[in-house]
């Protein structure tokens, strides 16, 4: 398992862009990522921001085969966006990288792009998608918090219409 996981990584890295092997693996992927969003509104519902931090384990959001897949599914969305398509927020550059369990910073609280709210999995309230300059996180509302980074999940170079 640790040799496939090296593996995929080395793919992701050399190619930029790592698609699924099939319809399948995907589905899968994704199946396992609502299963990570269930566990944390189970373990965590009424999360009290002040105590977030001091929370063992940390929520698992995104794990390898869940990043490699939302990636892609980005990519998609935003190379068949059509021209003109707003994306607040993707040029927005932070001072640092966000870090699960902080709380979500009041002034980075945009606009999600539509079109990418269109082709990520919906998530249950109070969870939602945000974009901090580049990085995608999941934040819970109620108790505004991150509870999933993804960085980086938004390049230059796909927020451009070839």
């Known amino acids: 398992m640790r040799i496939i996981a090296i593996g995929l990584l080395g793919i992701v890295l050399s190619g930029g862009v790592a698609a699924a092997q099939t319809v399948e693996e995907r589905a899968r992927v994704l199946r396992d990522f609502d299963r990570n969003i269930a566990n944390y509104a189970e373990r965590y519902q009424c999360l009290d921001p002040v105590h977030a931090p001091v929370l ?3 929520p ?3 794990t390898l085969p869940v990043a490699m897949v939302f990636r892609q599914l980005i990519v998609e969305a935003l ?5 003109g398509t707003a994306m607040s927020g993707v040029a927005n550059w932070p001072r640092r990288h966000p870090v699960v369990l ?8 945009l606009e999600f792009p539509e079109v990418m709210a269109d082709a990520l999995p919906v998530l249950p309230a109070p969870l939602e998608y945000r974009l901090i300059g580049r990085d995608l996180v999941v934040r819970d509302v109620q108790s505004d918090v991150i509870i999933g980074v993804l960085r980086d999940a938004v390049s230059a170079i796909s927020t451009l219409r070839r």
């Open 79 to 83: 190379q068949d966006r059509a021209p």
């Open 102 to 109: 902080e709380p979500f910073p009041a002034d980075e609280l």
């Open 60 to 62: 698992r959001v995104f």
């Open 56 to 58: 063992e384990p940390s």
